[in-house]
């Protein structure tokens, strides 16, 4: 079945740097878009960051110079390297992939069909 595994997250102080690492199986993801999301309780799903087949990228303003999204086909496997952490990137992360072509890369994630199960990120003070 569709499988999708993040990991890497965990405690770090802030000025820290992560990477988050999201593992695909089950199908081909090379041709799809793949996004990084994060959510904290009682809120909706944001957007963070989403890189398409042709290695485009997109990013939400409020990491943009911070983070960087890439992929390896090869391995099917999307990255997301935190740098300059702050206590309100503290989240959940989530990695999507959407697997209908567009125009642009979507940043919502009611687009996005397949999700990971998440994995903690903390920023402390």
């Known amino acids: 079945q569709v499988q999708l595994v993040e990991s890497g997250g965990g405690l770090v102080q802030a000025g820290g740097s992560l990477r988050l690492s999201c593992a695909a199986s089950?199908?081909?993801?090379?041709?799809?878009?793949m996004g990084w999301f994060r959510q904290v309780p009682g809120k909706e799903r944001d957007f963070v960051a989403a890189?398409?087949?042709?290695?485009?990228?997109h990013y939400a303003d409020s990491v943009k110079g911070r983070f960087t999204i890439s992929r390896d086909n090869a391995k099917n496997t999307v990255y997301l390297q935190m740098n300059s952490l702050k206590p309100e990137d503290t989240a959940v992360y989530y990695c999507?992939?959407?697997?209908?072509?567009?125009?642009?890369?979507?940043?919502?994630?009611?687009?996005?069909?397949?999700w990971g199960q998440g994995t903690q990120v903390t920023v402390s003070s």
């Open positions: 890189i398409n087949w042709s290695d485009s990228t």
């Open positions: 089950g199908r081909t993801f090379s041709t799809d878009t």
């Open positions: 999507g992939a959407d697997a209908h072509p567009r125009w642009a890369i979507a940043d919502s994630w009611r687009e996005y069909e397949y």
